[in-house]
């Protein structure tokens, strides 16, 4: 049963500190995305790639916060600087066209 | 993306069939209408989805109105891990690669037991 794996699943970091989180999309899915998930904003699409390159990352703030794919296996999210409103939920998902994304168990991100 | 409209919160009673509303009246005849839930604070999970016909799988079944404008995700047997938020999403033909997909704040089904 294949699925999307994120690391860390949990992360506590004091304001300041860079975060990086990592995600392995499903094998042979060509489409990642990011999200992030508070209390007040729902769900918010931050970036998303297809093919390894970026198509969209608007949603993310541009100062601290960059995405990447150094691989087919391996997409990054990384803050630097950390904030304590960064605090949250960020969720990776993969998808190949037409099927569907799925989504990974996330990696809760506490800034202190 | 078309916006879609969904009850804030549904209780259902275990056993029975929950059926649950979205409004998508501004939907393209190109979009897709997919349906995904998030139980507690697990990654949403998907569901269903479908364009114009009626859609059944292993989870649930997907009613989608002649002129698209609406659609009911049915569970037909309720179950207590059921209970979650139920999102329902409208986007284009995934045949040409994704586009941007945003969550609105979907339906927070309570099943009972």
């Known amino acids: 049963d294949a699925r999307v794996t994120q690391t860390p699943r949990h992360k506590v970091t004091e304001m300041g500190q860079e975060v990086t989180m990592r995600c392995q999309p499903i094998?042979?899915?060509?489409?990642v995305f990011w999200y992030r998930q508070t209390m007040m904003q729902g769900l918010e699409l931050l970036a998303y790639?297809?093919?390894?390159?970026?198509?969209?990352d608007s949603g993310m703030p541009k100062d601290r916060f960059s995405a990447e794919m150094p691989d087919a296996t391996l997409a990054t999210l990384k803050i630097q600087p950390s904030e304590p409103r960064d605090s949250a939920v960020y969720f990776c998902?993969?998808?190949?066209?037409?099927?569907?994304?799925?989504f990974g168990p996330g990696t809760r991100l506490t800034v202190l | 993306d078309a916006k879609t409209t969904q009850p804030t919160s549904m209780d259902c009673a275990e056993g029975r069939a929950a059926n649950l509303p979205c409004n998508h009246s501004?939907?393209?005849?190109?979009?897709?209408v997919y349906w995904y839930r998030q139980i507690h604070s697990q990654g949403p999970q998907y569901i269903i989805h479908?364009?114009?016909n009626n859609e059944t799988n292993e989870m649930a079944s997907l009613i989608i109105t002649e002129d698209r404008k609406s659609s009911t995700l049915i569970l037909p047997h309720a179950t207590l891990r059921d209970t979650a938020v139920y999102y329902c999403i409208v986007r284009v033909d995934p045949k040409g690669g994704y586009q941007k997909v945003t969550f609105g704040t979907g339906t927070k089904l309570q099943v009972i037991p």
């Open positions: 094998l042979g899915h060509n489409t």
């Open positions: 790639f297809r093919n390894r390159a970026p198509l969209d």
């Open positions: 479908g364009l114009k």
């Open positions: 998902a993969s998808g190949l066209p037409p099927g569907p994304a799925y």
């Open positions: 501004t939907i393209s005849g190109n979009e897709y």
